[in-house]
């Protein structure tokens, strides 16, 4: 096993674990907003509403990230939508914008179905109850249904946050410098196929089993606080 390339080249694993993490957070960040909006379509009585968000979650979910990433980055300024080009830890920020709105808004297609199975979760009882002390209904739900509900789902955003962490190396085809995009940079710099490529599934490793971990000391607090 060769590591002789790390010493000169650690700090492409460091940024590119940054930008890795930063894309996830601002992925999942805007997946529960578009999954928010999502899931209160689908459980309206708004048959146009439903029927949106219903085709919207099924094309997402039934489509390959990667297509959908590719028609976020070039299909977008071929109709005359521009990202910003704005440097951010080496990658500019068209390839950083294009990159989370691609995995937003396939991350919102997962996340509104977790919202709308946690909404569905909370009692009957409760709508009718916050109804008949004269709430409206979006006054009931932005108070006390939804509050509840992303209690009970919490654990469940935490596994999508641990998902695209680990999808989020596949936007490395669009030239985010992400942790795999320098891997690749590495191998292509050192001639040194396998040994990058371990680091960096060190790297994704110890990410996503740290978040776990964490998210497993949440959920305990939150069990022994009910």
């Known amino acids: 096993m060769n590591f002789s390339f790390l010493p000169k080249y650690y700090t492409f694993f460091i940024n ?3 930008n890795t993490v930063l894309l996830a957070f601002f ?14 379509m689908r459980i309206s009585k708004n048959k146009v509403l439903n029927f949106i968000s219903t085709a919207y979650v ?14 976020i980055y070039y299909g977008l300024p071929a109709i005359g939508i521009n ?14 914008v294009a990159g989370i709105i691609a995995l937003s808004i396939n991350s919102g297609a997962y996340v509104a179905e977790i919202i709308r199975s946690g909404i569905q979760s909370v009692d009957n009882g409760q709508m009718e109850a916050a109804r008949s002390l004269g709430m409206s209904y979006s ?5 006390i249904i939804i509050p509840q509900a992303f209690k009970n789902i919490l654990p469940a955003l935490g596994n999508e ?6 999808e989020s190396s596949i936007v490395s085809v669009i030239g985010i410098n992400e942790l795999m995009y320098n891997a690749n940079t590495v191998r292509g ?6 040994e990058p490529l371990i680091v960096a599934a060190g790297i994704y490793f110890v ?20």
């Open 27 to 40: 992925t999942v960040a805007l997946g529960v907003v578009f999954g928010v909006f999502l899931a209160l």
């Open 207 to 226: 990410l996503t089993f740290t978040l776990s971990k964490l998210l497993g000391i949440v959920e305990r607090r939150m069990k022994v606080s009910d």
């Open 16 to 18: 590119g674990a940054k």
């Open 139 to 143: 006054m009931s739900m932005r108070h």
């Open 161 to 166: 946050f641990i998902v695209i962490i680990k």
């Open 189 to 194: 710099n050192t001639f040194i196929p396998l």
């Open 83 to 96: 990202f910003p080009s704005v440097a951010f830890l080496g990658s500019t920020g068209e390839e950083f």
């Open 58 to 71: 099924e094309v997402i979910r039934g489509t390959p990230l990667l297509v959908q990433i590719f028609i």
